[in-house]
């Protein structure tokens, strides 16, 4: 059974910072790619970050040289660090990851950006 439990979401200042962190089990963690997904009120999911596993990274224009997408094989665990943050980078963010046996989700966590 595949699990992905997201955390570290919270509410936060405009120009503040926030690690997420997923924790992965049920699969082989090193052979994934993972990526963080994100859906804002009144919008579609859209990808944020993707990381491969050889460790290429792909970022949404939006948040380029403000998010740091990284992972631990030895902990099973994708993190997201966002610093910076914006108003609009307030929404639910997800995890996933994809294996050959298929793509897997998180259930979300909520992000705020308010003063």
């Known amino acids: 059974q595949v699990q992905l439990v997201e955390s570290g979401g919270g509410l936060v200042q405009p120009g503040g910072s926030l690690r997420l962190s997923c924790g992965v089990s049920?699969?082989?963690?090193?052979?994934?790619?993972l990526a963080w997904y994100r859906q804002g009120p009144g919008k579609g999911r859209e990808l944020v970050a993707r990381?491969?596993?050889?460790?290429?990274?792909n970022y949404a224009d939006s948040v380029k040289g403000r998010f740091t997408i990284s992972r631990d094989n030895a902990k099973n665990t994708v993190y997201l660090q966002m610093n910076s943050l914006k108003p609009e980078d307030t929404a639910v963010y997800y995890c996933?990851?994809?294996?050959?046996?298929?793509?897997?989700w998180g259930q979300g966590t909520q992000v705020t950006v308010s003063s």
């Open positions: 996933k990851t994809e294996t050959y046996s298929g793509h897997y």
């Open positions: 049920g699969i082989i963690f090193s052979d994934a790619a």
């Open positions: 990381i491969t596993n050889g460790g290429n990274l």
